[in-house]
């Protein structure tokens, strides 16, 4: 087999399928030399008079904040990113405005000599290789397709506990990430997650409700929040993860 020089041929991209850059708070944090809390404050309320706040989950995100523990995060896309910085210093506006070049520059493919023949050999391998690739993902995507389809048709739900198992993820990772994009919450003074009605309309998630008995020998009834197999689906989709 015929080897290419990877240097002569950039990366191809197809742009019509391509995920617009957006900076994460944490970074803007690191470039300004801001804390983190004070970027997610300033982000928040710049967003809610944007959008109104029954949008700003669409730019929620959580990151490893390490041992384990997720955090929250806002992903701002570039107008976002530069309204929220335009009441900062030059100089920052500055770094987040260089930050954009190199972020926009590096998604920008350079234009290709297809007079000179090696060019058009790297082209002809890297299509070769991408379409290996496709043939590689299209397998794999029918069988995980096939098992979402049994998944999502099958009768039960499962705990959120459980649910972290299923997806392999760490449960208070999915708790955090679950409640960043508005699928649970709890009410004040109660202990419990519950399920947000939008999320239980489009049969996500359900509640269970059973009785017990207090320490004082009176009925309660306790509500417990449970994703359902189509949840369990959108989930997987949502973190691009496999189901085991």
């Given at each position: 087999?015929?080897?290419?020089?990877?240097?002569?041929?950039?990366?191809?991209?197809?742009?019509?399928?391509?995920t617009?850059?957006?900076?994460?708070?944490?970074?803007?944090?690191?470039?300004?030399?801001?804390r983190?809390d004070?970027?997610?404050?300033?982000?928040?309320?710049?967003?809610?008079?944007?959008?109104?706040?029954?949008?700003?989950?669409?730019?929620?995100?959580?990151?490893?904040?390490g041992?384990?523990?997720?955090?929250?995060?806002?992903?701002?896309p570039?107008?976002?990113?530069?309204?929220?910085?335009?009441?900062?210093?030059?100089?920052?506006?500055?770094?987040?405005?260089?930050?954009?070049?190199?972020?926009?520059?590096?998604?920008?493919p350079?234009?290709?000599?297809?007079?000179?023949?090696?060019?058009?050999?790297?082209?002809?391998?890297?299509?070769?290789?991408?379409?290996?690739?496709?043939?590689?993902?299209?397998?794999?995507?029918?069988?995980?397709?096939?098992?979402?389809?049994?998944?999502?048709?099958?009768?039960?739900?499962?705990?959120?506990?459980?649910?972290?198992?299923?997806?392999?993820?760490?449960?208070?990772?999915?708790?955090?990430?679950?409640?960043?994009?508005?699928?649970?919450?709890?009410?004040?003074?109660?202990?419990?997650?519950?399920?947000?009605?939008?999320?239980?309309?489009?049969?996500?998630?359900?509640?269970?409700?059973?009785?017990?008995?207090?320490?004082?020998?009176?009925?309660?009834?306790?509500?417990?929040?449970?994703?359902?197999?189509?949840?369990?689906?959108?989930?997987?989709?949502?973190?691009?993860?496999?189901?085991?």
């Amino acid at each position: 087999m015929q080897t290419h020089d990877s240097k002569l041929v950039p990366s191809l991209a197809i742009h019509g399928g391509k995920t617009p850059l957006t900076m994460s708070s944490r970074e803007i944090a690191e470039l300004t030399g801001k804390r983190h809390d004070h970027v997610m404050r300033d982000a928040r309320k710049m967003l809610i008079d944007l959008h109104g706040e029954e949008d700003l989950p669409k730019f929620g995100g959580v990151y490893d904040g390490g041992n384990g523990e997720a955090r929250p995060c806002l992903h701002l896309p570039k107008r976002e990113c530069l309204i929220l910085v335009s009441g900062y210093s030059v100089e920052l506006r500055a770094r987040i405005i260089d930050r954009w070049m190199e972020l926009e520059e590096g998604a920008t493919p350079r234009a290709l000599d297809f007079s000179d023949p090696r060019v058009v050999l790297g082209v002809i391998g890297h299509l070769q290789g991408e379409v290996a690739k496709k043939d590689e993902i299209i397998a794999e995507q029918g069988g995980r397709l096939k098992k979402l389809d049994r998944l999502e048709g099958a009768k039960g739900s499962m705990c959120i506990t459980d649910a972290a198992k299923t997806l392999a993820v760490k449960r208070d990772f999915l708790f955090q990430f679950m409640q960043t994009r508005r699928w649970i919450f709890k009410r004040s003074g109660n202990k419990n997650w519950l399920a947000y009605d939008t999320v239980r309309h489009a049969g996500y998630m359900e509640h269970d409700d059973h009785l017990y008995m207090d320490n004082e020998g009176r009925e309660r009834v306790s509500t417990q929040a449970l994703v359902t197999a189509k949840g369990l689906v959108k989930l997987a989709a949502l973190l691009d993860k496999p189901l085991h």
